[in-house]
């Protein structure tokens, strides 16, 4: 393994020792041994209802809806990453069937310096790992951008929530010109 990709994962993952990498034999790149076992609930949750608050490491821009396939296949560690996803959100025993749809689903992140990626771009990432689990098409999702900051280590925020009760306009103020 280089020791320049061994540097990087590190920097993505302090906490992470050597014998816990292995090279890919197609691709020469570093990939995870085991799972990813970072996430935790941020915010607790009482009776399996939402919203719920998932906290899991940002692993680079290999989640990123331009980068997490190759060709047709998805690369193993993004779908570690995934898998992880689902089973944080599958510990609150939820009961999908009884929810409103849409789901609101909202990315915040924390990220080391101003290169930090467009939280959009890891929405099919998410909503994929959440899909797996709830069996609710993402088609029934809608993604909402949450805060970016700057300083820390790197790791993403994702919440879910029900519909949102929209309020009533008043139309009959309106003025056709």
């Not at 607790?44 to 980068?67: D, E, F, Q, R, W």
């Not at 990315?107 to 939280?119: A, V």
């Not at 951008?145 to 925020?157: N, Q, S």
Request: glycine letters at 6%; proline letters at 5%; hydrophobic letters at 35%.
């Amino acid at each position: 393994m280089n020791t320049c990709d061994l540097d990087k994962i590190k920097q993505i993952l302090p906490d992470i020792s050597e014998d816990c990498l292995a090279v890919n034999g197609v691709s020469k790149k570093p990939i995870l041994k085991r799972t990813v076992k970072a996430t935790e609930a941020i915010k607790p949750v009482t009776g399996g209802k939402l919203p719920l608050a998932i906290k899991m490491p940002y692993i680079g821009a290999c989640l990123s809806v331009n980068h997490y396939k190759y060709g047709h296949y998805t690369r193993p560690e993004v779908k570690r990453w995934m898998n992880d996803l689902g089973w944080a959100v599958i510990q609150y025993n939820i009961d999908w069937a009884k929810t409103k749809l849409p789901l609101h689903v909202t990315c915040s992140g924390t990220f080391k310096d101003n290169r930090y990626p467009d939280l959009s771009n890891l929405s099919k990432v998410i909503m994929d790992g959440i899909k797996k689990v709830t069996h609710i098409d993402d088609k029934y999702y809608r993604w909402h951008d949450g805060t970016v900051t700057i300083g820390g280590y790197p790791e993403l925020i994702i919440e879910i929530r029900e519909e949102i009760a929209h309020q009533t306009k008043d139309r009959s103020a309106r003025t056709i010109c």
